[in-house]
């Protein structure tokens, strides 16, 4: 088994302690950490992500593998800091809605985006439209993803959308929503930019909207 | 006997917990004590007979409340109970619950397993969005089932033209707004003393929701609120408001519990006994007279599949063998109106949930999350099937027999579902009346159901 399938085994274990460990084997042996990341961490994370969507396991051996990466990112972050973009897929600001205190699906979606190489900027719940915006603009955000459970709640998605325009700032950040009421005309009526009906589709739209933002080009 | 005021005073001064902290350790003892009662999930036993396994099941349920407790969000503290005062609070607990008045008057009583008395039918779209120049239509198609006991509220998505948004003034309007409507549908149903279980979904805010609550606005004395408990085994000052006005207040009020299989819960077999824990909760936390249970696939936001008809039939006998708490179950289906698929699903969960000892919630469908998507007929659909099994005295082996000939008809489609047909297609709007092809569609379905031993004739 080379370095890079023992870094995706580590993941699927949820072996914290060793995939910290392989990551300092990766660093002393000249490994590019964003290759490591990719090739090893994030491959161990989709095999667990495809295990979750088929309820083969749940939602905490997901997160004891999230954590396995994010103990090994601790490791590589030095190094990773020294690169352009820091070798990050993106950078999200996520969060539950104003007036909506419900956060498990949308805490998935964290883990998920997290280990697929994405730097995450979790805000909780029931964050204010307002706060979304400022964050994003002080964090540098790439992707505003707004979730939402309630019926009520989610009639606060556009005014996300109408405030970023308002403040003449609609094209600078792509825009997700999700939630259990939310679909996808839903999406298409208030104009955002992206919709996950679940975890592994929103990596998958958070990827296609990175790669849209970067012009083509796939970090 | 635990007090409102002990819960309160329990918040202020439990252990304090990080919240992460909490989830954690819900997923680790639930998988724990599963190990421990040796509670296993078999795929052809859907609605289990074991009830050995059944009992294991309670008290599991119960080990894992006493172990955990519950969350509160706001001060950030777990609430601890003994059993003893579980116990106490399980021998006091309601043995009935009466909802409307006059013609109208429904008494909600608590079911055995197989029990040959039909189930209460709370008839109710579940929130499902609408229009609001349908609102009133739709609501009005549950009311008017003959068989339903009670009604509820679907979700208008504006309220004289403006989205309804939480915190905001337009959420008490739109609170106000949905109570006189659904009094209002009442009358047009040709029942104006028909309970309403839940008085408000479409508000989250407590002042909104206890601004809607009078009786000027058409509220009877003994219509009520759900109590949402915030998964898993969590509660806020938001939710104990509500506890706080209905206690003084004299309206019903039932706790509403969602657990999700998948996520801290765990498995089918963890699920089942996070559910049964979360009834201890509603009982001390919220004073619940009832409860309702939905656990969902956390994927496909329904409760058909196979694995949470298991959990769904194993939690609601275990509750109906140890307690006589009123335990009701609230079917969501993947499929949308006027498909075979949402009548298959709607009959299996009424079938295994009635022979469990369950009472029904009427019902939701295409995951409760499709505009225009729920009609009065898939709440015929789930009470006459929940009727015929319990006169008929169905016992859960040919539950099981007939859900699992169900589960074949649909269950590869689940992640596919149909979204079926909008209210407007499904039903006349000028008489509220079910249109011939849902009627010629459903008619087919039963022929197919009598074959499979359920009695139509």
């Keep these: 088994m080379n370095l890079f399938e023992q870094m995706a085994e580590a993941t699927i274990k949820g072996d914290k302690e060793q995939c910290a460990a392989l990551a300092r084997v990766a660093l002393d ?14 491959k161990g994370m989709h095999v667990v992500g495809d295990r979750f969507a088929v309820l083969e396991c749940f939602l905490a051996e997901v997160m004891l593998s999230a954590n396995a990466v994010s103990a090994a990112m601790e490791v590589l972050r030095p190094s990773l800091l020294e690169r352009p973009g820091h070798g990050s897929q993106g950078t999200i600001i996520l969060g539950t809605i104003q007036g909506d205190v419900h956060e498990i699906g949308k805490n998935i979606v964290k883990i998920m985006l997290q280990a697929d190489g994405f730097t995450v900027h979790d805000l909780g719940y029931d964050v204010p439209v307002r706060r979304f915006v400022e964050q994003a603009e002080e964090l540098g955000a790439d992707i505003i993803g707004a979730s939402s459970l309630l019926t009520t709640t989610m009639t606060y998605q556009p005014d996300l959308i109408n405030l970023l325009g308002e403040l003449g700032l609609r094209d600078k950040y792509r825009v997700m929503i999700g939630g259990a009421p939310v679909t996808a005309e839903w999406a298409a009526e208030i104009g955002a930019d992206g919709y996950g009906e679940n975890a592994t589709k929103a990596v998958e739209v958070a990827r296609s909207l990175m790669q849209e933002k970067r012009g083509g080009e796939v970090s | 006997m635990i007090s409102f005021w002990d819960v309160i005073g329990r918040s202020e001064s439990g252990t304090l ?48 409340f006493l172990e955990l407790g519950m969350f509160c969000r706001d001060t950030g503290r777990v609430l601890k109970f003994t059993r003893k005062e579980v116990e106490q609070a399980l021998k006091h607990a309601p043995t009935t619950v009466t909802y409307g008045q006059g013609k109208d ?15 209460f039918c709370l ?86 929701i206890l601004a809607a609550v009078q009786a000027d606005f058409g509220v009877l004395p003994n219509d009520g609120l759900a109590i949402a408990a915030i998964s898993e085994l969590k509660i806020d000052y938001e939710r104990v408001k509500k506890v ?50 939905f656990p969902l696939h956390i994927h496909h936001f329904c409760n058909t599949t196979r694995e949470l008809l298991w959990l769904i039939s194993i939690a609601t006998q275990a509750l109906s063998r140890n307690t006589h708490l009123l335990v009701t179950i609230s079917p969501f289906a993947a499929a949308g109106p006027c498909t075979e698929m949402v009548v298959y699903e709607i009959v299996a969960n009424v079938l295994a949930s009635t022979v469990s000892g369950g009472d029904l919630n009427l ?42 000939r169900l589960l074949d008809l649909y269950e590869s ?45």
């Design chain 1, 29 to 42: 042996e000249g490994v590019d950490p964003v290759q490591a990341i990719q090739e090893g961490y994030t």
């Design chain 2, 17 to 64: 917990v990080k919240e992460e902290e909490f989830d954690w350790k819900v997923a680790q003892t639930a998988r724990e004590i599963v190990e421990r009662y040796d509670i296993r999930y078999d795929p052809e036993q859907v609605v289990p007979s074991d009830e050995d396994l059944v009992d294991r099941v309670y008290q599991a349920g119960l080990d894992l």
């Design chain 2, 105 to 119: 008057l429904a008494v909600m009583a608590c079911r055995s397993i197989e029990d040959t008395r039909p189930p």
């Design chain 2, 123 to 208: 008839c109710t779209p579940v929130g499902a969005p609408v229009a609001e120049e349908r609102f009133v239509p739709m609501v009005q198609s549950f009311a008017q089932e003959p068989l339903a006991d009670t009604f509820s509220s679907a979700f208008s998505q504006t309220v004289h033209g403006r989205p309804i948004k939480s915190g905001t003034p337009q959420e008490v309007e739109a609170a106000i707004w949905n109570v006189i409507k659904l009094r209002e549908a009442a009358k047009a149903a040709g029942r104006p003393g028909i309970g309403i279980h839940n008085l408000v979904s479409n508000a989250e805010q407590t002042d909104a």
């Design chain 2, 244 to 293: 706080a006005f209905l206690r003084n207040s004299g309206h019903n009020k039932y706790g509403l519990y969602g657990p999700l299989m998948g996520g801290y819960a765990g498995g089918p077999e963890s699920t089942a006994v996070v559910l049964v824990a979360h009834h201890f909760l509603g009982l001390l936390a919220f004073e619940a007279q009832w409860h309702c249970c």
């Design chain 2, 363 to 404: 019902v939701a469908v295409a995951s409760n999350r499709h505009p225009e998507r729920a009609t009065g007929m898939e709440a015929r659909i789930g009470a006459e099937a929940g009727h015929l099994a319990a006169r008929q005295g169905m016992t859960r082996t040919h539950a099981n027999e007939i859900v699992k």
């Design chain 2, 413 to 457: 489609r689940i992640s596919d579902a149909p979204l079926g047909k909008r209210f407007d297609e499904c039903y006349d709007m000028e008489t509220v009346q079910p249109m011939q092809k849902y009627l010629d569609l459903y008619e087919g379905c039963k022929k197919k159901l009598s074959g499979f031993g359920l009695d139509y004739s």
